[in-house]
């Protein structure tokens, strides 16, 4: 079994900056793969970024490619979602996904690809 917990939301203004964090423990194997998802209120959950454990390759969404970073942060072994010039259509609240099976690049964006979920983090933009 895999846990997956996020942490890191809160409010902020727009055009400011936040730092998400997601900490998988329990079993993980080699082909692991994280990811963060989204849902802003009424809307469908959509993919945000993405990152291979085994050999670093990312993949971010273009809505959000030229603000957000995926990084992982290897003395936490965790994965970091830097965001920045938030804007309120940014407002949502957060998933951190894992998958323990290797994922190819062009599905890292489908939830389906994720069995383990954590409870999200709400993150506010405020105008």
């Known amino acids: 079994q895999v846990q997956v917990v996020e942490s890191g939301g809160g409010l902020v203004q727009a055009g400011g900056s936040l730092t998400l964090s997601c900490a998988p423990s329990?079993?993980?194997?080699?082909?692991?793969?994280v990811a963060w998802f989204r849902q802003a209120p009424g809307k469908e959950r959509e993919f945000v970024a993405a990152?291979?454990?085994?050999?670093?390759?990312?993949s971010v969404a273009d809505s959000v490619k030229a603000r957000f970073t995926v990084s992982r942060d290897n003395a936490k072994s965790s994965l970091l979602l830097r965001m920045s010039a938030l804007k309120p259509e940014d407002t949502a609240v957060y998933f951190c996904?894992?998958?323990?099976?290797?994922?190819?690049?062009?599905?890292?964006?489908?939830?389906?690809?994720?069995?383990?979920w954590g409870q999200g983090t709400q993150v506010t933009v405020s105008s």
């Open positions: 329990g079993r993980t194997d080699r082909n692991y793969v």
């Open positions: 990152f291979r454990w085994y050999d670093r390759q990312t």
């Open positions: 996904a894992a998958s323990i099976r290797g994922v190819i690049l062009s599905a890292l964006s489908s939830e389906d690809m994720y069995k383990y």
